[in-house]
Nanobody, 127 residues
């Protein structure tokens, strides 16, 4: 079955950077679109960033545009989220998710679009 393992979270000061990784197994990675979501304490999970199966198309929530970059390495079955200029409001558990995309090379950005999820990695930004 599909397995997704996130890593790279931690504690960082405001203005700092982190790079999250999500390693995938049990699938033909290059046939799957990927997404990052996050859930802050007491809030619903929200979309952060998405990337198409080829990496040619990306999409971001407005609050992270210009600060976060999603990328993927299909040879390593891994998707990344580079997070710069971090703010305290970015504090959350970050999840990666995967969606089969055999017939199109597009991004997906709603929770219902994604079928498998990782266990999450905590990101804490101190002020």
């Amino acid at each position: 079955q599909v397995q997704l393992v996130e890593s790279g979270g931690g504690l960082v000061q405001a203005g700092g950077s982190l790079r999250l990784s999500c390693a995938a197994a049990g699938l033909t990675f290059s046939r799957y679109a990927m997404g990052w979501f996050r859930q802050a304490p007491g809030k619903e999970r929200e979309f952060v960033a998405a990337i198409s199966k080829s990496g040619g198309d990306t999409y971001y929530v407005d609050s992270v545009k210009g600060r976060f970059t999603i990328s993927r390495d299909n040879a390593k079955n891994t998707v990344y989220l580079q997070m710069n200029s971090l703010k305290p409001e970015d504090t959350a558990v970050y999840y990666c998710a995967v969606r089969a995309s055999y017939y199109s090379d597009r991004v997906y950005y709603t929770e219902a679009d994604f079928g498998s999820w990782g266990q999450g990695t905590q990101v804490t930004v101190s002020s």
